[in-house]
């Protein structure tokens, strides 16, 4: 946006500026952390006056602002000076809301220009300010250009919430929880209950888990534990709850990953229906307007085609579940060219061939891609890359697991992502944490699981 200003010799009274602005709660936030006021009354999804419902009302001075931003940028423009303000405030804005701001020249003096402003709501034009500003009018002549000036991302979990929302209605998923011997894996399943999400069923070390809930000062009365002594048993007898249908859902606590998926693989008493195990991170990355799948990061180390081929529909049909009714796979690679000694490349070139045959379904898989032309279309147009997927993959499929596992991790240490993990191709979903996963991953984890169980549940039916 160009910005452009109009010196006291060229205004004239009654010249007039408009402009209309969305107001989203990421405004609030950023409005918030700029100025220190945490005022509950004027912050999403909390009650700040006790009538047991959130405002997440549009500060007074949010308001104002929307008039400063208008004399700035357009009448008179860059270069002003504000003297004085005096506003009246009539009714409170939402989060929400569309605002129109305008200001209109009202007298002109020695290079004093007063303006009448006002602020209303679009939909019902209900005036939430007016009032008179009076400025200095610019002294020379500036031209910008507004597009230069940094953005601003905010830090917070859209995508987990919205899940969240979608899970806590549903019937809580009965959760064999192996081995939450430690507070940080308990609690990630006493949160889950807490939120309705999971009916956790503890397996594991008896005596060590009553010493994490007294860690986490919880009561475990009317949870069911299950004593086993060791973390082998542990996973063996959580299984052995699936087959016999008291657990809809396996969750994984203070155990590691192998120790826990043995169980699950074996040939006659594991959890697979046919797929390969894989897992997918749903990944809440600050400032990407969707949910980002990242596969497989935590269990194939060097997929072949065909456990390629199970690692795309099984992200592919998890994604439907949380929500994207036609996911767009991008295959990466290290160059968006098949090049015979880039095995990688050839892999997702195959697998984009196949689902336009209908091997994979459900999906617009593409591939190969590189990392910038499968999620910015900038980069995708620069190198004339023209498909569904390109610039907006919604799924990222990398060609092993150390490439995985450090995507995953860039984005969680350097973009500030929030991960749910979960492993797919078992007979119920399988919640997979890290000992160093934030309580809202851990919940988002169970929230992603519920929700696939319930889709699963209802094309059963």
Known sequence: MILENRLFEALKIGDTASATRLCTTDDLYIFAAATGNHNPMNLPGLDGDGDGQAEALVPTAFAASLV????????????????SQEYTF??????????????????????????????????DKALILTGVVRVQAPVR?????????????????RHFEALLTLAEPLPALRTAVICPENPAALGGAILAMKHTIITPILVGHAGKIAKAAVDLGVDLAGIEVIDMPTHQAAASRAVALVHDRRADAVMKGHIHTDDMLRPMVARDTGLRIGRRLTHIFVMDVPGVDY????TDAAINIAPDLATKVDIVQNAIDLAISIGIAHPRVGVLSATETVNPAIPSSIDAALLSKMAERGQITG?????????????SMAAARTKGITSEVAGRAEVLVVPGIDAGNMLAKQLAYISHAEAAGLVMGARVPVILNSRSDSSMARLASCAVAAIHHARMQSLAE
Do not use: C, W, Y
């Open 363 to 375: 999906g617009f898989v593409d591939g190969p891609l590189a990392m910038d032309n499968a999620v």
């Open 291 to 294: 949910p980002l799948l990242v």
């Open 90 to 123: 009539h009714t409170r804005a939402q989060a929400g809301d569309e605002l129109v701001t305008t200001v209109t020249v009202v007298a002109l003096d020695n290079g004093v220009v007063t303006l009448n402003a006002q602020v209303q709501r679009e939909i």
């Open 68 to 83: 400063a931003a208008l004399l700035g940028t357009q009448l008179p423009g860059p270069g002003i000076v504000t003297l």
């Open 141 to 157: 002549h500036i031209r910008l250009d507004g597009s230069k000036l940094p953005g601003l991302t905010v830090r917070r979990h």
